[in-house]
């Protein structure tokens, strides 16, 4: 390997560092709106709930009896 070897980086990687450098709060902003959206407790037993009642699906929906 010469010495003057650097080793690559794309675009989508350099863009990406330069933002984080930009706004070091993003990663804590991101983190924040995930946890609006999808970090949610959950229900254990209005899960296990769900399950027993599902009914399960034809093999074919669109046949009639």
Not at 18 to 38: D, H, I, N, S, V
Not at 47 to 62: I, L
């Amino acid at each position: 390997m010469p010495l003057f070897w650097k080793p690559y980086k794309s675009e989508a990687t350099q863009f990406i560092e330069q933002l984080k450098a930009q706004r070091p709060t993003l990663e804590a902003e991101q983190r924040a709106g995930r946890a609006l959206l999808w970090d949610k407790p959950q229900d254990r037993e209005a899960q296990a709930g769900f399950d027993t009642a599902r009914v399960a699906q034809k093999p074919y929906v669109y046949q009639t009896e």
